[in-house]
Structure formats: structure tokens, C-alpha cells
């Protein structure tokens, strides 16, 4: 069976410079999961030691902490450092972006918005960085903005990296109508839209589909659900173990995609399953 | 006839605020006509002496030059102030705002978008505040941008006083989504639309709409045609001589709106003419 790979799939870039970093600190510990990939995170504890810490008081003197890509609370890091415990920072450069212009902004007298979901890591790192908790603002929908009041007439906007941008600018047109200054800051990462801008395509072009991720993964879900549009037979597997024969009888071309927590040897196993079909 | 006159109509905040000053320098000269109505000129004049240059090198030694609501380039106050010229700065405020942004955001580096008409003689005096000219930008469609080429990806973006804000937020759009950084600040005055609303409201509320104005005049002419879709009896005169008492017969209400340029003197006395019909 012909395989094709879809241009863009899997890990973004930091989430794989995320993992590059545990591999060189052997023995280290993650804080929360590095990824949503128990796969992953087993050959990494596995192969190079890597342990896992649920929560901050957990941490012993002298070990040292990896950092995710989500970036962790200011409060957190500062304890983390209290507690001598070697910080190995991972966070994804996309995110250390908008935490600075918080710290930034917040200190220029900006009133903070921020795009997103107030329970998201991410998004908690990000708006730990406010200056004045009260003035930094978290929302989801346009709608959201009726209840805030600003205590400045400038705003400054940021947004999660994984939102969608229609959705930002109708928030911050909305802002603009209101007030004299609104700083947008466009740090919205494409890596999960190119993802599926490419699995849009490859799978109007081959006639059969794998989508290889958590079937729990909303990015995975999503990634299917967009292959299923173009090619009915479209197929969504954790691991080259769910593979099935029979989808590709009388197929000629199989395209390939993995959601953004699926590493790149599984994807391998799962390329090297489907070319061994006639 | 019983008169209602518009919530909104005239003359905006800066024009009011020019005429006094004017008003309050006897034998001063304005540099270009203060605003777009002949009467209110000619007024001026032979009440309170004001003349009027249209080129700066007409301007003499010690004469006292006032400076119309759009404002003027940079230079151009320099070389008045040069000839020893007393300047009186009638700039609006509202236009005096972002000739100020344009200066001060050149000055931090950032790349310049004005949303306006590059002849208009208020985008003219804006754009001249920027630090390096190359560098500022002017687009009247949100397909101008594609021709620009920024030199940093921080922008900095105004818009003329009289644009639509509709307009603008599509540029701006556009911009966020190219750029790291927009810095938007709103502003449009809201003193036409305001206008346009009152006439709106007015004209469906009345059976005979009278619209006073230059007959040339875009603003005027807007207003005219708002009126129009609300009341089918609606007259656009520049002053009371073209009243006709025909118009009123079996007529309850008369609205009355104004154009910009329309001094209120002009307004009252097509006012009282209306209010004599029977």
C-alpha cells in the first residue's frame, strides 16, 4: 500500500523542543504531564528517567523540574525556585511571548484582555503575569466583554495560542468601537490549523485515511472529523496495534495524519504497517 | 407649521470652537476657507474683519493666521512661524490627537497606517508628523494594503476623523493578521454619524423634512438622501430664500436638519420662515 503523509501533522514546534529538553536531563522531573501522551511520557521515563510531579509540594530540594509548554503561574515558578529545585524551562516560546507582554503592558497602565480559557494552564500562566490581578481579563465569546470594566481607556489584547483568529478579531473589533487605544497582539499559533488546513487536503486526494491520536484528544477528533468530509473510509487509531486489513482492500493511496499529542515513532510503526499491505 | 429640529445636526464640536476663535481675533486671516459655506465666510469678514490666504507664501510679516480645523503639515506651521507669523491654531482637537499618535509612534519605531484620503488636508497634516515619511502609510480599501511594504512588523494605525468605523475595523483586520503588533487607536469622531442618525430618526417621524446645506456638499447631500428613504417630501436648500410654501400645504410637522457647513444664523432663519407658514 502507498503511503502518503500529510505535510503538516503531529507535534508543533514546541511541544517537540519540549521533548528534546527532557531527553538531555536525565533523571529530571516534569511538573503535570509534557504531553497528553502516556506513550510518550512511559518512553521518556523509560528511556532517560523522566518522573512526573502532580503537584508543586511535591518537589524535593536539589531535583530538577522541567517546565511544560504551557508555561506554569509566576507564584509557581518563584516557589519552585524557593524550593532550590533546579527550573528547566520548556515553556513553549509562543506562550513565553504573551506572558512578557502581560508583565509589559500590565506595567505601562494597559488594561489586560486576554483571549481564552480561563481554566487552561496556559492561559493561567499568562495572567499570572498582570501587574494588577483585578485589571487582567479572561473571555471566551464577544459577548463576554459587556460584563468587564476596564479600569484604562487602553487596552492591550492577547490570546491563547490554540484559538481561532475569526473569533479574536470580532473581539477586538469589538474593543476598538470602545475605547481610544486597543494594543492587539496577534499571538495565535497556526501549528494546529496547519494541521488541519493539511489533512484537508491530502484527504481529498487519497482513498483511504488514517488519523493517528487520543480518541479523548479534541485536536485528533477534529482532525477526523475534517478527513471524514473528503474521504469516507477515514479511520482514527491510537497506535499501529488498531490497524485493519481489510480498509485497505482494493485501496491504492493512504494518506497519513496524527493529532498534536502523537510522537513521531508511533507515526513511524503505523507508515510501516500500512506499506507492508498489498 | 410646527418646527422639530434634529437631535444631531451642523456643526461638529471643532468647527463651532474654530468660528469663535475666529470671532475672538478681529483682522486675523485664516489660511484657506475656515469651512466649506460662503455666507459664514462673508460673515466673518464684515463682522469681525477675518481674511483669508490661500497660499502660505502670500502671508506677511506680523500678520496673525489662524489654522482651519483639518490642521496643516508640520512644515508648513514651521515656515508660518519662520515669516513671523502670529499662529493661532484652530486645529480640531480630535485631528490634533492623531497628528500627535503619528508623531509619537513614529518616533518608537513603529511602521504607520492612516485609514483616509491621501488629498484631504487633514490626512496631509497627520501623515506629516511621521518620522520617516517612507514609512507612512495611507489606504482608503482594505485591498490598498497589499501594495505596502512595512518596515517593521509593529504597526500603528489612525483613521481620518469623517471615515466609517465599518471600513476601518476591515483594515485593521486585515493588519492583525499579518502582524506580530497593531496598535489601533480609534479616532473617528462620531460627529457626522451623529448627524445621520438624528436625520434618520427624525424624517420617520415627520411629514415634511426641509435639509439645509450646500448643494455640492457630500455631507449635505447624505443627509438628503437619508431623509429621502423616510420621507418622500424631503427639500435640501442652502438657506431660507428657496423655502417653498407649497411644500407644507396639508402638512403637520416639519424636520429640519443641517448640514456640517451650516451656520446655525442660516438654520434659524429657515426656522422661523417655516414656523410663519400656516
Known sequence: MKVKLASNYGFCFGVKRAIKIA??????????????????INRLKNDYNVGLYKELKDVKDNDTIIIRTHGIPKDDLKNLKAQNAKVINATCPFVTTPQQIVKKMSKEDYSILIFGD????????????GQDQEDVHIVLEPS???????????????????KKKEKYL????SLILKNKEVRV????????????????????????????????????KQLHSICKENCIDSYLIENESELDSKWFENKTLCGITAGASTPDWIIQQVVNSVESYN
Open 118 to 129: 480561563a481554566d487552561h494552564p496556559e492561559v493561567k500562566g499568562v495572567q499570572s503575569y
Open 185 to 220: 497582539f496577534n499571538t495565535i499559533c497556526d501549528a494546529t490549523f496547519e494541521n488541519q488546513d493539511a489533512a484537508r487536503e491530502l484527504s481529498s486526494e487519497v482513498d483511504v485515511m488514517v488519523v493517528i491520536g487520543g480518541k479523548n484528544s479534541s485536536n485528533t
Open 170 to 173: 470580532e473581539i477586538v473589533n
Open 23 to 40: 531527553e538531555s536531563y536525565e533523571n529530571a522531573s516534569t511538573m503535570g504531564p509534557l504531553i497528553h501522551n502516556q506513550d510518550e
Open 144 to 162: 463576554d466583554l459587556e460584563a468587564l470594566n476596564f479600569k484604562h481607556n487602553k487596552i492591550a489584547t492577547i490570546a491563547q495560542t490554540t
